[in-house]
T-cell receptor, first 113, second 112 residues
Framework: SQKIEQNSEALNIQEGKTATLTCNYT??????LQWYRQDPGRGPVFLLLIRENEKEKRKERLKVTFDTTLKQSLFHITASQPADSATYLCALVLYSSASKIIFGSGTRLSIRP | ETGVTQSPTHLIKTRGQQVTLRCSSQSGHNTVSWYQQALGQGPQFIFQ???????GRGNFPPRFSGLQFPNYSSELNVNALELDDSALYLCASTSERTDTQYFGPGTRLTVL
């Protein structure tokens, strides 16, 4: 069956450390993968997009990797800050249906001072 | 802010009723998608419209329907509401230049 899984429901990290979130998928052929941030009661906010032929993307303190052999994406936040606390969602956009985006259930990240 | 607005913010309905949710996309974005997000879950794709035509649909029954208008606004209609329809409903408009989706703040629907 087709699945997209994010590593855990919650992750607690000490301020200043690097937070690493995982997104694994099975039986999908994504054209590209996106990461979003969602705060309570708000809509998701787009962070980064990485295409299947790209290994790594960076934006400020954020880094995303995409391994289509392992069917996995890693999302890193370096020098984490309490303001980074939120739920992070990964989403696949499929070749088979470019209009359909499949979201994972998210990882809730807490950065403690 | 994303430039995508939704109304109303909150809504309470009873089982069996009908509801219309509204979204105003960013100007120039011809694609709008609607999602249902249950508590603690990721958004689930309902359907997408491109230039006023349905362009893809997720696993939702026909009582979920939509419309898109030329002025970049759109609607999600749900008939015969069920308790499980209680969720946050999100719309998102897509920049064709960057493939980026911009989400609105959502409408929280409670069905009693």
């Amino acid at each position: 069956s087709q699945k997209i899984e994010q590593n855990s429901e919650a992750l607690n990290i000490q301020e200043g450390k690097t937070a690493t979130l995982t997104c694994n998928y099975t039986n999908y052929s994504p054209a590209y993968l996106q990461w979003y941030r969602q705060d309570p009661g708000r809509g998701p906010v787009f962070l980064l997009l990485i295409r299947e032929n790209e290994k790594e993307k960076r934006k400020e303190r954020l880094k995303v990797t995409f391994d289509t052999t392992l069917k996995q994406s890693l999302f890193h936040i370096t020098a984490s800050q309490p303001a980074d606390s939120a739920t992070y969602l990964c989403a696949l956009v499929l070749y088979s249906s470019a209009s359909k985006i499949i979201f994972g259930s998210g990882t809730r990240l807490s950065i403690r001072p | 802010e994303t430039g995508v607005t939704q109304s109303p913010t909150h809504l309470i309905k009873t089982r069996g009723q009908q509801v219309t949710l509204r979204c105003s996309s960013q100007s120039g974005h011809n694609t709008v998608s609607w999602y249902q997000q249950a508590l603690g879950q990721g958004p689930q794709f309902i359907f997408q419209y491109y230039r006023e035509e349905e362009n893809g649909r997720g696993n939702f029954p026909p009582r979920f329907s939509g419309l898109q208008f030329p002025n970049y606004s759109s609607e999600l209609n749900v008939n015969a509401l069920e308790l499980d329809d209680s969720a946050l409903y999100l719309c998102a408009s897509t920049s064709e230049r960057t493939d980026t989706q911009y989400f609105g703040p959502g409408t929280r629907l409670t069905v009693l």
